[in-house]
């Protein structure tokens, strides 16, 4: 099998030593593949995060993945299946022998099963369900009936909480000999005799406390709830605005159901921005496991979508075909107002999105991020218009070409600016993703009003 390829730059070479998987231990795993030598596996295997394990399965191919996971057995971890890609979740989960997939499964988190099912095939959701403890299978199917992307799904079962009323030495007993804490958690949650989140106890005030001292004079200043049915980006958003470590999360009538921790919503913000980014360049959500079937499914829409826009941009072009026909320089300036124009549309749609995610462009704002956009767009428009007035003469010898691109290019980035803020405003005004399709509009508009402002003047003061 080929050696795969993981050079980072020389910059990255410095400190491949802090890398557990690099090019020298993955040519070791596959040299323990190839010879089924499994000690030598389990040894290079050993030291990796799952983290690590799972970068490993998703950069190798199909049939030395599934050499592998028959070799390592029933060392497979169930954190390695959180870690991995959703492409190729689902193959590695079908070549895993039922008992290992269940020894895996057992000691995740339910918030981690819940992910791990949500998008799998009955069968395959049915094994993993059948593998847990029936506390855990009920906690898990209860989640699987909250929406899709909510805070329901998004949250673990597993809650550390105490009575109001207890003090901190109750607390440091209860911890102490309870049968099962969570393996990570950063608070002890009071609540009322209903069920109901009055306030978190960070554990560093726990431990630094008398035992005397009542839990309700610790709690912490900031205290959120989160609804069990709000969606998981604003769960992110919240986490990020306030932050948050870890956050109760409630249900209809107020009452204790789970908790969500920083790890998951920051996993979530990142989700959202890779998203975005995905999107922007109308890719969709793919990845670099999808097949070439799947991959060319996600982007043909928007490809198309962009077809039919350069044909209205060149339905343009034509109405001014006999102006092009005098005047062949003309054609060969024509792309460099539209390029300009795209690039400065493409400019202020980053921004915005990006705004608009964060929330941090609103109704309150807008108009003035709206005109910052369009004197952005005439002070660039006036810079690179004397530029080209001057190439314009210089290259074809007069004056009055070079006065009609430059125009040309102040009105273009000037409607880039505009468009470039405007439209992913109105498409989150109407209840549409603003990174979804943004590009192919504003591209769309530049181009459309670039040819149509520099062929127009040039109709008018050349012909």
């Known amino acids: 099998m080929a050696e795969q390829d993981y050079d980072r730059g020389p910059e990255s070479e410095r400190d491949e030593d802090d890398y557990p998987l690099n090019k020298q231990a993955?040519?070791?795993?596959?040299?323990?593949?190839?010879?089924?030598?499994?000690?030598?596996?389990l040894s290079?295997?050993?030291?990796?995060h799952a983290a690590d394990i799972a970068d490993l399965l998703e950069q190798i191919n199909s049939g030395d993945r599934r050499a592998?996971?028959?070799?390592?057995?029933?060392?497979?971890?169930?954190?390695?299946?959180?870690?991995?890609?959703?492409?190729?979740?689902?193959?590695?989960?079908?070549?895993?022998?039922?008992?290992?997939?269940?020894?895996?499964?057992?000691?995740?988190?339910?918030?981690?099963?819940v992910d791990l099912v949500e998008d799998l095939e009955g069968g395959q959701q049915a094994t993993i369900l059948s593998a847990l403890e029936d506390s855990d299978r009920i906690a898990v199917q209860q989640s699987l009936t909250y929406p899709e992307y909510s805070a329901g799904r998004l949250m673990q079962r597993e809650v550390v909480m105490a009575p109001e009323h207890?003090?901190?030495?109750?607390?440091?007993?209860?911890?102490?000999?309870?049968?099962?804490?969570?393996?990570?958690?950063?608070?002890?949650?009071?609540?009322?005799?209903?069920?109901?989140?009055?306030?978190?106890?960070?554990?560093?005030?726990?431990?630094?406390?008398?035992?005397?001292?009542?839990?309700?004079?610790?709690?912490?200043?900031?205290?959120?709830?989160?609804r069990v049915?709000?969606?998981?980006?604003?769960?992110?958003?919240?986490?990020?605005?306030?932050?948050?470590?870890?956050?109760p999360v409630v249900d209809e009538d107020d009452?204790?159901?789970?908790?969500?921790?920083?790890?998951?919503?920051?996993?979530v913000l990142d989700e959202e921005h890779e998203e975005d980014i995905m999107r922007l360049a109308g890719?969709?959500?793919?990845?670099?496991?999808?097949?070439?079937?799947?991959?060319?499914?996600?982007?043909?829409?928007?490809?198309?979508?962009?077809?039919?826009?350069a044909i209205l941009a060149s339905l343009v072009i034509a109405q001014f075909e006999a102006t092009i026909t005098q005047f062949v320089a003309l054609a060969v300036l024509m792309p460099i107002v539209a390029s300009m124009g795209g690039n400065a549309a493409t400019q202020s749609l980053t921004v915005a999105v990006r705004a608009l995610a964060t929330k941090d462009l609103t109704g309150s704002n807008v108009w003035r991020v709206l005109w910052r956009e369009i004197m952005v767009g005439m002070i660039n428009g006036l810079i690179f218009a004397a530029t080209m007035a001057i190439v314009g003469i210089v290259?074809?010898?007069?004056?009055?070409?070079?006065?009609?691109?430059?125009?040309?290019?102040?009105?273009?980035?000037?409607?880039?600016?505009l468009a470039g803020s405007a439209i992913p405003v109105v498409m989150d005004r109407m209840g549409i993703d603003p990174a979804l399709g943004s590009g192919t509009f504003v591209t769309t508009v530049t181009d459309v009003v670039g040819f149509f402002a520099f062929l127009g003047l040039a109709a008018v003061f050349l012909v």
């Open 166 to 226: 207890w003090c901190v030495g109750d607390a440091i007993d209860y911890m102490r000999h309870v049968e099962e804490l969570p393996e990570q958690f950063y608070h002890m949650i009071l609540v009322d005799p209903r069920l109901h989140p009055v306030g978190n106890v960070t554990l560093g005030r726990i431990m630094g406390a008398r035992r005397e001292t009542a839990l309700k004079d610790l709690v912490e200043d900031t205290f959120h709830t989160i």
């Open 44 to 48: 290079e295997m050993e030291p990796l």
């Open 68 to 113: 592998l996971i028959a070799l390592y057995g029933r060392e497979f971890d169930g954190d390695i299946l959180s870690e991995l890609d959703e492409s190729i979740r689902e193959e590695v989960i079908g070549l895993l022998t039922p008992e290992v997939l269940a020894d895996a499964v057992r000691d995740l988190d339910s918030d981690d099963v």
């Open 255 to 267: 009452r204790l159901v789970g908790v969500i921790t920083i790890d998951d919503a920051m996993a």
């Open 26 to 41: 993955v040519a070791r795993i596959i040299e323990a593949v190839d010879t089924g030598d499994r000690d030598l596996l």
């Open 283 to 309: 890719v969709g959500e793919g990845g670099l496991n999808d097949s070439v079937i799947e991959t060319s499914k996600q982007r043909v829409p928007w490809l198309a979508v962009n077809l039919l826009t």
């Open 395 to 417: 290259w074809f010898g007069g004056p009055e070409l070079g006065y009609v691109i430059a125009a040309a290019m102040v009105i273009n980035l000037v409607v880039a600016g």
């Open 229 to 247: 049915t709000r969606d998981e980006g604003d769960v992110a958003y919240m986490f990020n605005q306030y932050h948050l470590i870890s956050a």
